[in-house]
């Protein structure tokens, strides 16, 4: 099981950006993606962001393609989400997750919450217009 740290967070006007950070803990060496997820008030919980191990390919919802970007830090796994240009609609808890291990049955979306085993406690980012 890995323990998840974000930071980042903040308030900001809209159209600045902001970078978040995810910092495992634990063992990674069969973690087979981490993702960045947000929640807000009378939304469903969406994926965002998504690397995975094996490949480095870096999946974004459609929401966000264009304005957010992810990255890795090779060494410490750490998971980075930089968003700019953003928008009152990105105001939401962001929080980092992770699956442990390839799944059994072909490859899935870790942008699909199910997907995921492991959650962080999330940092607040909140977009005044």
């Known amino acids: 099981q890995l323990r998840l740290m974000e930071s980042g967070g903040g308030s900001v006007q809209a159209g600045n950006s902001l970078t978040l950070s995810c910092e495992p803990s634990g063992d990674t060496s069969t973690t087979y993606c981490m993702a960045w997820f947000r929640r807000s008030a009378g939304k469903e919980v969406e994926g965002v962001a998504a690397?995975?191990?094996?490949?480095?390919?870096?999946e974004l919802s459609d929401s966000v393609k264009g304005r957010f970007t992810a990255s890795q830090d090779s060494s410490k796994k750490t998971l980075y989400l930089q968003m700019n240009s953003l928008e009152p609609a990105d105001t939401a808890m962001y929080v980092c997750a992770a699956r442990a291990r390839k799944p059994f049955r072909g490859p899935v979306s870790c942008l699909a919450r199910s997907s995921l085993n492991d959650w962080g406690q999330g940092t607040q980012v909140t977009v005044s217009s």
């Open positions: 690397i995975y191990f094996n490949s480095g390919t870096i």
